[in-house]
């Protein structure tokens, strides 16, 4: 059994993990070779972290056990409803060789929202946060040191109540996996083409956009596919009023000629921790930051005028893409360049990896 100190803010007292070891672990020379090339998510660390919930129980028998299958009854609740939540964090080496991870607080948080939107239990922060140590004292080998590289941590959660029923489910699972990241782009970061969804949703006023569930994502799935036939790199959608979302796993950035940042802002869209870090970034720097609807009327035309300088996407995998070109069905834009987002980007990376001041108290040790 592991333990961690109580929580001080909440005064939750910390949960005793059962750690089983992986008889069948990756020999470091084998890791080795995985974490020299390992892409994104195609290979994953020799643990994994379980919590139960249930009605009667609350959160129990939290664990770390060897990565491996999960066994699920048939009629498991995700299987036919798809109530199920998920979330994207970091794991970062630095040159001292210790571990960080990247504001897991708003992580926790907006894991927490999603939750609540998809009639799932809420798991506390402080639980959350155990989580994440507990899985790199057993697995902290597979943190990666290569240039842009890191540990992506996937936590999720999903109802696993066997019945077949409409009504949220009685007894649900919070895992947590680790994957070795290689940098998100090779060779430096390039600009993306952006294919305009005009027949697609990913979400709806009051539906759950703002979550980060898979429903989401299956969604995007369809039009993604449209996009790479029309030889685009990802897609934006539009909400009901043809205002600009998001992508299909990104928040969206304007930068406008007067200094100004905007950025898409609604119910409808996921609240970007990348973005917020990004914008805090600028901020500082003296950008006036506002989150408000942008039609794509507003967005081609700031482009033909000048207005608008530059556009970029960002998100936790690729931190931030520069957008260099708008594609729809009868008009092809070319974005305007400019140097901003990939000044935020070097900053903010630097912080992850410890190699600029951490003014905002972001980074969270984990293997303390």
Known sequence: MTTIDTDPDTGLDPLEFAVTRNLAAKSAADRDAILASPGFGQSFTDHMVDICWSVRGGWHRPRVSPYGPISLDPAAAVLHYGQE????????????????????????????????????????????LQSLRELIAVDGAWVPSGEDQSLYLRPFMFAKEAFLGVRPAHKVAY??????????????????????????????????????????????????????????????????????EELGGMNVVFVYKDGTIVTPQSDSILEGITRDSLLQLARDRGHHVEGRNVSLTEWREGVASGDIVEVFACGTAAVVTPIGILKGRDFIDEQPSGTLALELREELTNIQYGRAEDKHGWLYRLDA
């Open 85 to 128: 939540i998920f979330e994207g964090i970091k794991a970062y080496r630095h040159a001292d060789g210790s571990v960080h991870t990247f504001r897991p607080d708003q992580n926790g948080r907006r894991l927490q929202r999603s939750a609540r939107r998809l009639a799932l239990p809420e798991l506390p922060v402080p639980y959350f």
């Open 175 to 244: 895992y947590l996996i680790a994957s070795p990241a290689g940098a998100y782009f090779k060779g430096g970061v390039q600009p993306v083409s952006i294919w305009l969804s005009e027949d697609y949703s990913r979400a709806g006023k009051g539906g759950t956009g703002a979550a980060k569930t898979g429903g989401n994502y299956a969604a995007s799935l369809l039009p993604q596919s449209e996009a790479y036939e029309n030889e685009c790199d990802q897609v934006v959608f539009l909400d009901q009023d043809r205002n600009v």
